[in-house]
């Protein structure tokens, strides 16, 4: 289940990164959203296919966006940054949980625990 939410995140940093590029001609934002949008598209297909280091990577990257888009939010007061940031802390829990609990399916565990 973790591989849905890296290619959901790859897709909507990337969608983002274009569309700030259409809007206001930004190429950092661009830049930024193909190369976080490429990261989780890679975590994602590593995690899909149970190789090593997909939720490492994807952690990584989550944390990456969290340190760079909260404080850029608390700054600037911008709604998109801070639905970056939010998406970063999210994406953070999921996965540190995940290769916490040593599985690529966290859903999954939660249901055989509760049962």
Known sequence: ???YLA???AGALTAGGVMGYQKKKST????SGLFFGGLYAYSGFYILRNRPYGLDLA????LFLVMIFVPKARKTRQ???AVIGAL??????????AFHLGSRDLLTLIKNKAT
């Open 1 to 3: 289940m973790s591989h």
């Open 7 to 9: 290619f959901t995140m």
């Open 28 to 31: 950092s934002s661009l830049i």
């Open 59 to 62: 952690l990584t990257t989550s």
């Open 79 to 81: 709604l998109q940054h």
């Open 88 to 97: 970063g802390l999210f994406s953070v829990y999921h996965f540190g949980s």
